[in-house]
C-alpha cells in the first residue's frame, strides 16, 4: 500500500517537473520568468518589453501559472504576476534530497536505539546486584 | 506558529519508533549518542559532536574522513525534554544556508510518534538562492536547448 502511495507521488512529482520543464522551453516565457524572479509584476509590466500583443503573452503567462511556476494574485483591480519558490523547490530537488537524508538518518537511529536495548536486557543483573 | 505568505518548503516524515520519548530526545541531544547515528558516511569516519543544549545555544557535528572534512551546526531554539526539540541546521546539504529542524515526540504506550520537520526558510538569503536557482535553471536549458539545434 505504501508503496504504491510511494510510486503515485513519484508520477505526480514527475508529471509536475514535465510541466516546469515545458514551461520554460520557449524563451519568452523563461524572459518571463526571469522578469519575476527579481520581483513580482503586474501583467502589463511583464508584457511591456516584449514585441507582441498583450494576448499573446497572456498566453505565456497562463502555461508558466499551468505548470506552477507562476502565480497569480489580485491586488484591487491589478492581476499581480509571482515565481511560485515551491515549484523551484521541487525543481532542484531540494525536497526529494532532504526526505532521503532524513529517512536514513532516522533508519541508523533506530538501528541506535535496538542496539542500546540489547545493552540494557544484557545489563539489568547487574544492576540489581549493585543495588543491593 | 504564524507563518508568513513566504514560507519555504518543507518536508516532514513520521515515524512510530519503538522506544520511550526521553530515549529518543537523547539521542537527539547528547554528543556521545549524536555521533553514533547522525554522521551519514559510513565507514571510518571522525564524528565529533558538542552541544550547549539551552535556547541560544549552540552545537556542531563534525565528521571527518580521509577525504574530506563536513560540519553540520545550528542553535537551538526550544529545548522541551522530551516533547520538542527545535533549532536551526546549516550544512554542506543545505547549501550552507541556514534552515529549521523541529522534533517532536509524542508518546503511544510503550512507543512514540517522532515527528520530524524541516523547513527551508524564507529569508532573502533564501530567496536569492532561489534566484540563483532560477538563473542556473536557466542557463542549462539554454545549453540542452542550443546543444539539440
Same mark, same amino acid.
Given at each position: 500500500? %505504501?508503496? @504504491?502511495?510511494?510510486?503515485?507521488?513519484?508520477?505526480?512529482?514527475?508529471?509536475?517537473?514535465?510541466?516546469?520543464?515545458?514551461?520554460?522551453?520557449?524563451?519568452?516565457?523563461?524572459? @518571463?520568468?526571469?522578469? !519575476?524572479?527579481?520581483?513580482?509584476?503586474?501583467?502589463?509590466?511583464?508584457?511591456?518589453?516584449?514585441?507582441?500583443?498583450?494576448?499573446?503573452?497572456?498566453?505565456? @503567462?497562463?502555461?508558466?501559472?499551468?505548470? #506552477?511556476?507562476?502565480?497569480?494574485?489580485?491586488?484591487?483591480?491589478?492581476? %499581480? !504576476?509571482? @515565481?511560485?519558490?515551491?515549484?523551484?523547490?521541487?525543481?532542484?530537488?531540494?525536497?526529494?534530497?532532504?526526505? #532521503?537524508?532524513?529517512?536514513?538518518? !532516522?533508519?541508523?537511529?533506530?538501528?541506535?536505539?535496538?542496539? !542500546?536495548?540489547?545493552?540494557?536486557?544484557?545489563?539489568?543483573?547487574?544492576?540489581?546486584?549493585?543495588?543491593? | 506558529?504564524?507563518?508568513?505568505?513566504?514560507?519555504?518548503? $518543507?518536508?516532514? $516524515?513520521?515515524?512510530?519508533?519503538?522506544?520511550?520519548?526521553?530515549?529518543?530526545?537523547?539521542?537527539?541531544?547528547? +554528543?556521545?549518542?549524536?555521533?553514533?547515528?547522525?554522521?551519514? /558516511?559510513?565507514?571510518?569516519?571522525?564524528?565529533?559532536?558538542?552541544?550547549?543544549?539551552?535556547?541560544?545555544? *549552540?552545537?556542531?557535528?563534525?565528521?571527518?574522513?580521509?577525504?574530506?572534512?563536513?560540519?553540520?551546526?545550528? =542553535? /537551538?531554539?526550544?529545548?522541551?525534554?522530551?516533547?520538542?526539540?527545535?533549532?536551526?541546521?546549516?550544512?554542506?546539504?543545505?547549501? &550552507?544556508?541556514? =534552515?529549521?529542524?523541529?522534533?517532536?515526540? &509524542? +508518546?503511544?504506550?510503550?512507543?512514540?510518534?517522532?515527528?520530524?520537520?524541516?523547513?527551508?526558510? +524564507? =529569508?532573502?538569503?533564501? /530567496?536569492?538562492? *532561489?534566484?540563483?536557482?532560477?538563473?542556473?535553471?536557466? &542557463?542549462?536549458?539554454?545549453?540542452?536547448?542550443?546543444?539539440?539545434?
Amino acid at each position: 500500500m %505504501i508503496e @504504491i502511495e510511494a510510486r503515485k507521488e513519484a508520477a505526480s512529482r514527475t508529471a509536475r517537473l514535465d510541466a516546469v520543464f515545458a514551461a520554460l522551453a520557449d524563451p519568452t516565457r523563461r524572459a @518571463i520568468v526571469e522578469r !519575476l524572479s527579481r520581483s513580482e509584476a503586474r501583467v502589463t509590466e511583464v508584457a511591456e518589453p516584449f514585441d507582441m500583443s498583450l494576448n499573446a503573452v497572456s498566453k505565456h @503567462i497562463r502555461v508558466l501559472e499551468a505548470s #506552477g511556476v507562476v502565480e497569480r494574485h489580485k491586488k484591487g483591480r491589478d492581476h %499581480i !504576476l509571482s @515565481i511560485n519558490t515551491h515549484s523551484l523547490d521541487e525543481v532542484d530537488g531540494w525536497i526529494e534530497r532532504m526526505r #532521503g537524508y532524513w529517512e536514513k538518518r !532516522l533508519n541508523a537511529m533506530e538501528r541506535l536505539l535496538g542496539e !542500546l536495548k540489547k545493552d540494557r536486557q544484557m545489563g539489568p543483573k547487574d544492576r540489581k546486584r549493585g543495588s543491593r | 506558529m504564524g507563518r508568513g505568505e513566504t514560507t519555504g518548503a $518543507i518536508v516532514q $516524515i513520521r515515524r512510530r519508533v519503538s522506544a520511550t520519548a526521553e530515549q529518543i530526545f537523547d539521542l537527539w541531544t547528547k +554528543p556521545d549518542l549524536m555521533v553514533r547515528w547522525m554522521s551519514p /558516511y559510513p565507514g571510518a569516519v571522525d564524528c565529533k559532536a558538542s552541544c550547549d543544549l539551552r535556547p541560544g545555544g *549552540h552545537f556542531s557535528l563534525v565528521m571527518s574522513s580521509a577525504e574530506s572534512n563536513r560540519e553540520v551546526s545550528g =542553535t /537551538y531554539v526550544q529545548v522541551d525534554r522530551p516533547h520538542k526539540l527545535v533549532f536551526t541546521w546549516t550544512g554542506p546539504l543545505t547549501n &550552507n544556508v541556514e =534552515t529549521l529542524v523541529t522534533v517532536e515526540l &509524542n +508518546p503511544r504506550g510503550d512507543e512514540t510518534d517522532l515527528v520530524l520537520t524541516h523547513e527551508r526558510l +524564507p =529569508t532573502p538569503a533564501i /530567496y536569492e538562492g *532561489h534566484t540563483k536557482g532560477w538563473g542556473n535553471i536557466l &542557463n542549462h536549458l539554454a545549453d540542452a536547448v542550443s546543444k539539440s539545434f
